[in-house]
């Protein structure tokens, strides 16, 4: 019985993931900003975004905005660098960007130690 609910409950949080198609379709082009900034990715091209359907740019980038401002929190970039994610570069220019890339390169460094 508890590996059935445990099953369920799986299933109903897969069922619950909203992917970029989706929410494109709802319109909510500020959610997929804040995703891709979020998780530290470049910031995509008008054109790239039309794939998914007719395009709000100013809340895409006001989303992304924010979401590469909490991606870019300094006191959070070594973990992300010590789990293997490669930093595309999104913080350059910021306020605290080149403390945030030494911290990263701290994880990264060890990241690739652990690996060899």
Sequence with gaps: MKKWIALMCVLFLFGCSVTD?????EGNWYQIGYNDGIAGLLQRSNSALSELGIVNQSEYDQGYIDGVDK????NFAYQIGLSGQYYEGVCNGLKNGNKFRMEWKRGWEQYNRGRM
């Design 71 to 74: 991606y870019c929190n300094p």
């Design 21 to 25: 198609v989706d929410l494109a379709k």
